[in-house]
């Protein structure tokens, strides 16, 4: 184990920091980054009276280098919750020393404890260094399962 990292659920006083990284995270996924409201938005959407989701944070030498990003969704096959991660990042730097693996290692056990049934998140076709990280975790992709989204103009339409 690193003594130099630490894991823990991020605070309100962590989300400008979060932000920069997810900042980090969009343009490494060549995707427009947050808006410059998030802030506000992440402050009342995951601290708030009903928080829509929750944050870890991993401290490397005292400064955040990476975040899970994560929900809970609910599975009606299975009647159990399913922890939805939405974002797991890395700063560049800290890849390769076990951040991400302590990160994924804390979200299966808030899943376990939260009594989920299991963990499902996404990752683009082009991430190959993160495909091959979550398979030797075991995790599988599903082939047979089609991502749809709804928005813009289509989600008020609708």
Request: proline residues 6%; hydrophobic residues 45%.
């Amino acid at each position: 184990m690193n003594p130099r990292l630490r894991i823990r659920p991020a605070s309100r006083r962590d989300l400008a920091d979060v932000i920069g990284l997810v900042r980090k995270l969009a343009e490494f996924e060549k995707l427009p980054p947050p808006k410059p409201a998030a802030l506000r938005q992440y402050a009342r959407h995951g601290f708030g009276r009903r928080p829509y989701f929750r944050i870890l944070v991993a401290e490397l030498d005292g400064r955040l280098a990476a975040y899970a990003f994560f929900f809970f969704a609910y599975s009606t096959f299975l009647g159990r919750p399913t922890l939805y991660l939405e974002d797991l990042f890395v700063l560049p730097e800290a890849r390769r020393g076990g951040v991400g693996l302590r990160l994924m290692r804390e979200l299966a056990k808030i899943a376990r404890r939260e009594g989920c049934a299991r963990m499902d998140w996404t990752v683009l076709d082009w991430n190959v260094g993160a495909r091959r990280f979550y398979r030797r975790l075991g995790a599988r992709p599903l082939k047979q399962w089609i991502y749809y989204r709804l928005d813009g103009a289509a989600l008020a339409r609708l």
